[in-house]
C-alpha cells in the first residue's frame, strides 16, 4: 500500500485502521445513494398499464423523491448501522490482509522492485477473498433491511433472525459468497488500478495531496465498476426476497438470477441502477483514499512521536542509573 514508501512504515493494524476509517467516512456520506443504487437493482421492467407507479422507480432522482414522500428522509438512511458496521469490518479485513501478503510478497523477492499490475490484481483478490468470507452475514442483513417493504422495517438484529428462521437456515447468512468471491475482482481491480495509476502519474511521491488521492481513488473505482457491474447487480439480486413473479422463491445461484433478468428484461438489465452506482463509487473511492492518506500520515506522525517520548524515557532512565551507578562506585572502591 501507500504506506509501504512513508518513513515509518505501519503495522498492519495502523493500516487497516485508516483504511476502515476512510470507508466509514466515505460511506455514511453517501449512503442514500446506496439505498437508491440497491432499489434500482432488485426492481423488475415495469410493467404497461400497472395502476401503482409509485414503487417503480426511473431513475436515481425519481428514487430519492419517492422513498422522501413516502418513508421520509430517514427512508434514504434505512440500514444505515448494518451497513456501516459492515463496511468498517469488510475494510479492515481487506487492507489488514493485503497489507500482510503485500510485505511477505515483498519479502520473498530478490529484486525489489513495485509488484506488477498482474500481482497488484493476485494480492487484492486473495485478501478481498479472506475478507469477504468474514464479513459476508453483514452484508445480507444490510441488503435485506433497505428493501425492506414498507411497514415491514425491522433492525439489524430482527432482520438477520428472519434470514436464519427462512429456508436456508444459518447458511442464509452467507447466501451469495459466491458471487461475493467472484467479485473480489472488484476491489482487487480498484487497488490494482490505483498503485498502477499512482507509479504513472505521481512517480515516487511519497504523500499525496487530498485531491491527487481523491482523483486517483475515483477513476479506478470507476473502472472497477463498469467491468464488474452484472456481477453487482446479481449479488443483490441473491441476498434480497425474490420477486414477485417467482413467488417466494429464491435464487440459488448468481447465473439464475442474471438468466432471469436477460429473460424478463433484456442484457441492459444487467446494468440497472448503474449510475448511482458509478456516482456512489467514485465519491466513496475517491473520500476513502483522501481520508486514508490523510490518517496513514496521522499514524506515522503519531508513532515517530511515541518513538520519540519512548527514547527520551529510556534515556532518562539509564541517565538515571548510570548516575546511581557512579554514586554507588566511590563508596565501593573504598
Not at 105 to 111: A, E, F, G, R
Not at 118 to 146: D, K, M, N, W, Y
Not at 232 to 237: M, Q, R, S, T
Not at 298 to 319: H, P
Request: charged share 20%; glycine share 8%; aromatic share 8%.
Amino acid at each position: 500500500m501507500t504506506a509501504q514508501s512513508k518513513a515509518v512504515p505501519l503495522p498492519p493494524w495502523g493500516l487497516a485502521v485508516a483504511g476502515a476509517t476512510g470507508a466509514v467516512i466515505a460511506n455514511a456520506a453517501v449512503y442514500p445513494l446506496d439505498i437508491v443504487k440497491t432499489r434500482l437493482q432488485i426492481q423488475g421492467k415495469r410493467i404497461k398499464g400497472d395502476d401503482n407507479p409509485v414503487d417503480h422507480y426511473d431513475s436515481t432522482s425519481d428514487a430519492i423523491r419517492k422513498i422522501v414522500e413516502l418513508e421520509g428522509f430517514g427512508g434514504l438512511y434505512n440500514g444505515i448501522y448494518g451497513s456501516l458496521i459492515g463496511v468498517a469490518s469488510t475494510n479492515f479485513a481487506y487492507f489488514y490482509w493485503y497489507s500482510i501478503i503485500r510485505s511477505l510478497y515483498l519479502s520473498s523477492q530478490k529484486l525489489h522492485k513495485p509488484p506488477s499490475t498482474a500481482v497488484e490484481l493476485s494480492l487484492g483478490a486473495v485478501s478481498g477473498a479472506v475478507a469477504q468470507v468474514f464479513t459476508i452475514p453483514v452484508s445480507v442483513i444490510t441488503t435485506r433491511q433497505q428493501t425492506q417493504p414498507r411497514g415491514d422495517k425491522k433492525g439489524l438484529l430482527d432482520t438477520g433472525r428472519d434470514v436464519v428462521r427462512s429456508d436456508d437456515g444459518w447458511s442464509g447468512l452467507w447466501r451469495g459468497l459466491k458471487a461475493s468471491l467472484i467479485l473480489v475482482v472488484n476491489p482487487a481491480i480498484t487497488y490494482g488500478a490505483y498503485q498502477r495509476l499512482r507509479e504513472i502519474l505521481f512517480p515516487g511521491k511519497a504523500n499525496l495531496r487530498p485531491w491527487e488521492a481523491f482523483f486517483l481513488g475515483a477513476c479506478s473505482k470507476a473502472i472497477a465498476t463498469i467491468a464488474t457491474q452484472p456481477l453487482i447487480v446479481a449479488k443483490v439480486g441473491l441476498q434480497s426476497r425474490p420477486p414477485p413473479e417467482r413467488q417466494g422463491k429464491p435464487f440459488k445461484t448468481f447465473g439464475e438470477v442474471m438468466q432471469h433478468i436477460i429473460r424478463n428484461e433484456g442484457t441492459l438489465g444487467l446494468f440497472k441502477g448503474i449510475a448511482p452506482q458509478i456516482i456512489k463509487g467514485l465519491l466513496v473511492q475517491g473520500l476513502l483514499m483522501m481520508t486514508k492518506e490523510r490518517m496513514e500520515l496521522i499514524f506515522v506522525l503519531l508513532f515517530r512521536y511515541i518513538r520519540k517520548i519512548r527514547n527520551e524515557q529510556l534515556k532518562k532512565v539509564a541517565d538515571l542509573a548510570s548516575s546511581k551507578a557512579k554514586a554507588v562506585l566511590p563508596v565501593l572502591v573504598k
